[in-house]
């Protein structure tokens, strides 16, 4: 159980790695864009094609570096689940130390592909601890729930203030009712005009 111990530290420190690794990205996406603008200004459209496209890049190095700690963090609350249960197999074993292996060498690559085998071996556990991963609302699953997700970016936004287009586009006035107060005004117009015609005769 030490070496599962062992492998949920390696997997923490690694997508604190990822995390970091696609904040330097965003940082320089900004800067290529901060090129991109000047070479614009400036009219040299060649030359803001080449940062544009190097902007573009470094966005989806940031989304990809992003999307691999998140799927690290899924499989670490995982790895979490089995060392409060005492629960893993020989399989998984061998597939923590290739885990472990792979990173540490940091390639992107061969991390995903272990993930994979990763949660395959998380099958069976799923199995075995099911009474525990339903009392935690079902965190066997890897993936958050649109609705939750929907729901937490709608929050986020009322706080600050912002309403999601959806939102906007649902919102609408009406005002084709007229005030009650108008109604109750023609009533009462309606009731001196027959006095006066009354009073006339």
Known sequence: MAGLE?????????????????????????????KTKKALTQGNNDIAQLY?????R????????LRLA????????RVQ?????????GNMSQVIRGMDKALQTMN???????????????????ASTNYYESAT??????????????????????????????GLNETKVDIATPPAANTISEEKEDKLAERLRALRS
């Open 58 to 65: 470094k966005s989806n190095e940031r989304v990809n570096l």
């Open 6 to 34: 062992q492998s949920l530290f390696q997997l923490k420190f690694t997508a604190k790695q990822l995390n970091r690794q696609a904040a330097k990205a965003a940082k320089e996406e900004t800067q290529e864009k901060a």
């Open 108 to 126: 992107l690559e061969r991390i995903s592909l272990v993930m994979d085998k990763f949660e395959n071996q998380f099958e069976d556990l799923d």
């Open 81 to 89: 689940t089995a060392v409060t249960m005492r629960s893993v197999t």
């Open 137 to 166: 609302n079902n965190v066997n699953a890897l993936t958050t729930p649109q609705e939750e997700v929907d729901e937490l970016m709608n929050q986020i936004a009322d706080e600050a203030g912002i309403e999601m287009k959806q």
């Open 52 to 56: 544009a496209q190097n902007a573009i």
């Open 70 to 77: 998140s799927r690290i963090d899924a499989v670490a609350s």
